[in-house]
């Protein structure tokens, strides 16, 4: 008879599968999500997920998509905190409180656009606050149908 597993924490597998989710499955899942959208349907930005996982101060990349003149809402899902670094070109951004943001691209601008930020994030396993830093690269679209991410 085998004993009872304690379960302390994530295991190594749950680990594993929580990173392949975060960088491979998320994306592709909220890319057919914009897919399956009804034509009433308004959507005006699609944004890539970014893999918190065992970061300690690391960057990562974000794809964010915008419809020209349309503003796009950013949730930052475990932030405790952002600061803007390196503040985008061609667009707005503020914050509304910890959690959520909102870039607005400059009216009648399409093309390519990008920040840095740092956001703040108690980490998981230890409870302790870290940060990661974001380069959010910003697409701004003149058709919804460029807005999927690929």
């Known amino acids: 008879m085998r ?7 994530l295991t190594s597998r749950a680990l594993r599968w929580r990173e392949a989710f975060s960088t491979r499955l998320a994306p592709a899942l909220a890319s057919l999500l914009v897919l399956m959208l009804p034509d009433s349907a308004e959507a005006t930005c699609s ?48 914050t509304r409180d910890a959690m959520w943001a909102v870039y607005v691209p400059k009216k009648g601008f399409v093309g390519k656009d990008s920040m840095t930020l740092r956001e703040y994030f108690q980490q998981e396993m230890t409870g302790k606050r870290t940060f990661i830093i974001i380069r959010r690269n910003i697409d701004v679209v003149s058709d919804a149908k460029s807005l999927i991410l690929r």
Not at 3 to 9: E, S, T
């Open 3 to 9: 004993p009872p597993r304690l379960h302390v924490g």
């Open 47 to 94: 944004v890539s997920t970014v893999p918190f996982a065992d970061c300690n101060g690391c960057t990562r990349d974000q794809q964010i998509k915008v419809l020209v003149n349309t503003d796009c809402t950013f949730r930052a899902s475990r932030a405790d905190g952002q600061e803007v670094i390196v503040p985008p070109h061609n667009g707005s951004y503020t």
